[in-house]
């Protein structure tokens, strides 16, 4: 099917190709119509999301949606940016404002065809009786709280944990790499801080979700919707799962001889999908890859000379500042005197009411988001400087094609705080660490501090700071969210961060491509798709002989791949899951405020502790592993039996663990949901399918995965869940999910023979100008 569309905006012809798979190709004559076309190519797909996103951002929620959003407004606009927009745009390049401002037209393009009739509105509008509204270049960076930041809500949890326990029990909640020594703990705050102190916080970075109460709210019912479904959407002060893995692999490992560069983030399964693929092409540039829809370029994909991608490096961005407040509530404390809050007036529509004037304040270190008698709290975050919009550096970085080159565009690279790693046709290879990190003296940021002037972030290291590592000997580099900073970092006068993921993922990685295991695109497919867990072996490994034989020989003869057709996979996560998880902080928390903040236990640090690594806190909580480990498994058996019945070899995991994609409508009746789809993974598998126990939904994972052949680039696959599309029934829906939860791709047509054999759709676009010719 081929349409021919006379476009108000566009200075040449251009077409857009749209696949089997619903990827869009898009080819223009100058830079700037390729950019306009991406902006109206998203809105074409992702009208709602994009337009939902940019509201929930800029705090226009209320003026949509009613009273009942009128708090969430005020959270996301603390958290906006309000500094120098020249140094903002400078950060990302030289032509991002007008990258941003051609990609804000295109959207605005969009929406005029969608309001004529020629493209349909799509449905969530009209449900919601509202229209897209149009955008501005700034929109597109000045919103910072969809970006994934670390770790204010673990500071607070970490000191409510230490005033219930003590640092060691803390370990399960999140285990610290490298340890860290009690004397940081006098760094603290002696404050004692209410559990909801970063309510605000919470609400401002939340999704936006769809109550039927909450759409019926009044204006006196607005306070009740200011910490929206946090308990639902977030374990409070738990780290969020939300990581990914990457890895570029020399051609000197490789079939072909060519490098071979793979990357999978992992975060929250939605429909339509966080990430969108897409194919821009002018002349001198000709980008293929993943990014978000309301984004201009790319982050993880190739420009026809090298590959990149990213994954989050759990560099510490954030810090929770607590002051003492003056009599009057007007200042805090702060060195020899006093500052005074910064007052903002801002006015909110508001849906079937007036319009309202909340206050917003703010200290010097950022947004005020607890006020109480003689105590005020804010949150210090990168997201208040220059050059921290989530990912908008890959604007420079998605255009190198050298090593260095690409190194040296990632000095700017704010947030998030990221690996990148990097394969040519030249043969180079490398990882790169990119963030804006925080400079601290005295203290690592691992709890709230005193906001009196003892406690000063002195400047930020950047990626030129920050290791690398460069056709390295091995002939891999790869990163999966692990502490991965050299032996001989000096982690005491250069904290960077201490909260990683330690699951197991790296290990797996890298001992796969290291025995040859990933040579070519297929097997690095499957390398993304691996579902072995070397704790979950471990920790079968422990059961004592007088374990139930018949569940003992079941889990020690298990291969501990978490695969959808396993019944030890299935035994296995009901075992950590319901029962020796729940019963193992039991024994090490007997206050249920304490259990609350740990759960649900890090399955790392749940082994750690019944291996023996934790004498001192296996012996003050009366730890009996044998018994433990016995029981616990007793009552998974009886437990499994009852679900699944008695005949193990009719057990598949793949019937309790279902790939799920919510939609923003969820709460209000799942339409538009993908799901459930039965997969394989497990939270510590290379094969991200992280599940809460209360109904075993994978809801965060890979969503989009992709492996490129670098220099052969037609060779490379990509998936892409639950589809391109964001307009509920359309083809391109759901068409992917079956595909993602077998673990098979597609291909990713870069050429113009791949890309015209497989188009399905062509859309031909004119200037305006050309309209009677």
């Known amino acids: 099917m081929d349409d021919t569309i006379t476009l108000p905006g566009l200075r040449a012809p251009a077409s857009i190709s749209i696949d089997t798979w619903g990827m869009a190709h898009i080819r223009a004559e100058n830079t700037r119509d390729a950019f306009f076309l991406q902006g109206l190519n998203a809105a074409r797909d992702r009208l709602w999301q994009i337009d939902l996103w940019r509201k929930r951002g800029l705090g226009l929620l209320a003026a949509d949606f009613g009273p009942g959003y009128l708090m969430q407004d005020r959270a996301a606009r603390l958290f906006l940016y309000r500094g120098d927009m020249a140094a903002e745009w400078a950060a990302y390049g030289s032509d991002a404002e007008e990258i941003c401002t051609a990609f804000a037209e295109g959207i605005n393009a969009a929406i005029a065809l969608v309001e004529a009739g020629d493209w349909p509105l799509p449905p969530e509008f009209a449900e919601m009786g509202t229209r897209p509204a149009r955008w501005q270049a700034e929109d597109v960076v000045r919103i910072r709280t969809h970006c994934l930041a670390r770790n204010a809500t673990s500071e607070l949890a970490r000191l409510q944990v230490q005033a219930l326990a003590d640092p060691e029990t803390d370990l399960l909640r999140v285990p610290l790499s490298p340890p860290v020594p009690d004397s940081e703990w006098a760094t603290m705050t002696d404050k004692s801080l209410p559990p909801d102190v970063l309510a605000v916080y919470e609400l401002a970075t939340a999704p936006v979700t769809f109550q039927r109460e909450r759409l019926e709210a009044s204006l006196e019912d607005a306070p009740l919707w200011s910490s929206v479904d946090v308990r639902k959407t977030v374990q409070r002060g738990v780290p969020s799962m939300e990581g990914s893995n990457n890895w570029a692999i020399s051609g000197e490992l490789t079939d072909t001889g060519r490098p071979v560069m793979a990357s999978d983030p992992h975060r929250l399964h939605a429909a339509p999908s966080l990430r969108y693929m897409v194919h821009l092409s002018a002349p001198g540039m000709d980008l293929i890859g993943a990014g978000e829809p309301s984004s201009p370029g790319i982050m993880a994909g190739h420009n026809g000379t090298a590959a990149f991608s990213l994954t989050i490096f759990c560099a510490d961005q ?90 040296s565009a990632l000095t700017t690279w704010g947030a998030p705080s990221v690996n990148m790693v990097y394969a040519d046709t030249a043969g180079d290879i490398c990882w790169q660490a990119a963030a804006y990190v925080p400079r ?129 996979a299935l035994l296995y996560e009901i075992w950590l899951s319901e029962h020796l998880r729940p019963a193992l902080l039991t024994s090490v928390a007997g206050d249920t405020a304490l259990r609350g903040l740990l759960g649900p236990g890090n399955i790392p640090e749940v082994v750690r502790l019944l291996r023996g690594d934790r004498p001192g806190l296996a012996h003050r909580c009366g730890l009996d592993r044998d018994t433990l480990l016995r029981d616990t498994l007793e009552h998974a058996w009886e437990d499994t039996t009852d679900r699944f019945g008695e005949d193990p070899a009719r057990w598949r995991w793949g019937d309790l663990h279902k790939g799920y994609f919510d939609h923003a409508f969820t709460p209000l009746g799942g339409a538009h949901d993908v799901g459930p789809i039965a997969t394989g993974g497990s939270s510590a598998t290379v094969m991200m399918g992280h599940y809460e126990a209360a109904d075993y939904r994978v809801r965060n994972g890979a969503s989009v995965r992709m492996v490129i052949d670098v220099g052969a680039w037609d060779e490379s696959r990509w998936i892409n869940a639950p589809g391109q599309s964001g307009l509920p029934g359309d083809a391109h829906y759901d068409d992917l999910a079956p595909l993602w939860a077998k673990g098979d791709y597609v291909p990713m047509c870069y050429s113009t023979a791949a890309v015209d054999a497989a188009t399905e759709r062509r859309i031909d676009l004119r200037p305006e100008r050309h309209s009677k010719s």
């Open 440 to 568: 601290r003296t005295g203290w690592r940021g691992l709890a709230p501090v005193p906001g009196d002037g003892t406690r000063e972030w002195t400047g930020y290291m950047t990626a030129a700071d920050l290791p690398a590592i460069e056709n390295p000997g091995r002939g891999f580099v790869h990163s999966a969210n692990e502490m991965n900073l050299p032996p001989a970092w000096d982690h005491d006068s250069n904290p960077v961060g201490y909260e990683w993921f330690e699951d197991g993922r790296a290990d797996r990685i890298a001992e796969v491509i290291a025995q040859g295991g990933a040579s070519d695109v297929a097997s690095n497919c499957a390398l993304q798709c691996d579902t072995f867990s070397a704790l979950a072996v471990e920790l079968c490994a422990l059961l004592p002989p007088d374990a139930p034989a018949q569940a003992r020989e079941l889990l020690q003869g298990w291969n501990g791949h978490a695969a959808p057709d396993s019944a030890g």
């Open 318 to 407: 954030e810090d929770v500042m607590v002051y003492d407040v003056t009599d009057d509530g007007r200042a805090y404390r702060y060195g020899e005197g006093t500052e005074a809050f910064t007052r903002v007036e801002e006015t909110f529509a508001v849906k079937g009411a007036a319009a309202q004037t909340l206050t917003l304040e703010f200290s010097r270190h950022g947004p005020v988001v607890y006020k109480e008698g003689d105590t005020a709290v804010a949150v210090r975050t990168v997201f208040a400087d220059p050059g921290s919009a989530p990912y908008m550096a890959s604007l420079k970085s998605m255009r190198a094609t050298t090593m260095q080159g690409f190194r």
